[in-house]
């Protein structure tokens, strides 16, 4: 298939079967975004923020567009911008992956690096000041109605159209804006209703778990850290205020469980998911997995669980889920190297 640009094959990304890992009678899938052309699920939200907003007439040609993220999402618009021609600036702190501030670069994006002592927060003043004082084109994923929606359009739809006839259980996810938690629900809600919806959060900063009300400005955005964040390893994830596209998520009721993780168990599991399927994804994904196979151990036999795997595992190279992956040969490997004829003292 030929297709008119690289945008044109963000989406329908597809749902893989689990066979090693998986318990027993339990039929488990991954949804894995991060065959989306930049290699995570936040593509998708970045085409919706830029298409609508070229719609509306908010975002000019050549007009800068910025944004704050911990990775994905920056990548996700630089991409996005390179590919329709407007300049790109991204805030984010500095406890992100070095490899993502390199990839925004790559794709032409200015990176900003904001404090990691100020969390989320600072990364979100620091683009609110900017595109203030220089009229730029703030993204606002956190708020944007057009982040929910793509989801509501496109990877809701998706897993409805695969899980027609199988079925669907349980579905399994994590939350960073809260966009895919809500899109997706929407349309299960409607067309599966039967199906569970379970939200992973990470055991040491449970914003919506312990049920504390986000204080908020006059326009949706956050005005103080929520107390009971705490920083955690799973980039990506639940930064330090819960995001109004996710408050229509608590709202509505969407979640019927939330579970917590601990980020070194999701760094296992998706180190797992590497070595024992051959699947690569980061530190999200692997936690996304954790709950989902605590969920697949409590579930009937029988039952289909579907999870989401958000971005790649490349993305986290200078991160705690490569710390034990050695560049240089270790003991065995060295012993295979030395045990054929051509080995030389």
């Given at each position: 298939m030929i297709y008119p640009s690289i945008l044109s094959t963000i989406g329908k990304t597809p749902v893989v079967k689990i066979n090693n890992l998986a318990p027993d009678g339990i039929n488990l899938y991954v949804k894995a975004e991060y065959f989306n052309p930049a290699s995570s699920v936040k593509d998708r939200l970045a085409f919706s923020i830029i298409?609508?907003?070229?719609?509306?007439?908010?975002?000019?040609?050549?007009?800068t567009v910025v944004e704050a993220t911990s990775g994905n999402t920056g990548?996700?618009?630089?991409?996005?911008?390179?590919?329709?021609?407007?300049?790109?600036?991204?805030?984010?702190?500095e406890s992100a992956s070095i490899e993502r501030r390199k990839m925004m670069r790559f794709l032409g994006a200015k990176v900003i690096i904001t404090p990691a002592s100020e969390a989320g927060s600072g990364?979100?003043?620091?683009?609110?000041?900017?595109?203030?004082?220089?009229?730029?084109?703030?993204?606002?994923?956190?708020?944007?109605?057009?982040?929910?929606?793509?989801h509501e359009s496109t990877t809701g739809?998706?897993?409805?159209?695969?899980?027609?006839?199988?079925?669907?259980?349980?579905?399994?996810?994590?939350?960073?804006?809260?966009?895919?938690?809500?899109?997706?629900s929407r349309v299960l809600r409607e067309f599966m209703p039967e199906t569970k919806l379970i939200m992973a959060e990470p055991d040491?900063?449970?914003?919506?778990?312990?049920?504390?009300?986000?204080?908020?400005?006059?326009?949706g955005a956050p005005a103080l850290s929520h107390p009971d964040w705490n920083p955690h390893p799973i980039?990506?994830?639940?930064?330090?205020?819960?995001?109004?596209?996710?408050?229509?998520?608590?709202?509505?009721?969407?979640?019927?469980?939330?579970?917590?993780?601990?980020?070194?168990?999701?760094?296992?599991?998706?180190?797992?998911?590497?070595?024992e399927e051959g699947i690569?994804?980061?530190?999200?994904?692997g936690s996304t997995f954790a709950v989902a196979m605590e969920v697949a151990n409590k579930a009937p036999k029988g039952s289909t669980i579907l999870c989401m795997l958000a971005d790649t595992a490349e993305r986290y190279l200078s991160s705690l889920l490569f710390e034990d992956i050695l560049p240089d040969m270790n003991d065995e490997e060295?012993?295979?190297?030395?045990?054929?004829?051509?080995?030389?003292?």
């Open positions: 298409d609508e907003a070229e719609k509306q007439g908010v975002l000019k040609p050549g007009q990548i996700g618009l630089a991409f996005v911008c390179a590919a329709k021609n407007y300049p790109c600036v991204i805030t984010m702190p990364a979100y003043k620091k683009a609110k000041e900017l595109a203030d004082q220089n009229g730029w084109f703030y993204a606002r994923q956190f708020e944007n109605e057009a982040n929910a929606n793509i739809q998706e897993i409805v159209s695969d899980f027609n006839e199988l079925g669907l259980d349980y579905w399994v996810s994590g939350y960073g804006t809260g966009g895919t938690f809500a899109g997706v040491v900063a449970p914003l919506v778990a312990k049920g504390k009300s986000q204080e908020r400005t006059d326009d980039q990506g994830w639940t930064t330090d205020f819960i995001p109004l596209v996710l408050q229509e998520a608590i709202d509505k009721e969407f979640i019927d469980e939330i579970i917590p993780v601990a980020g070194s168990n999701g760094i296992k599991w998706s180190q797992k998911l590497a070595a690569l994804t980061g530190i999200s994904g060295l012993t295979i190297l030395n045990s054929t004829p051509s080995y030389k003292n």
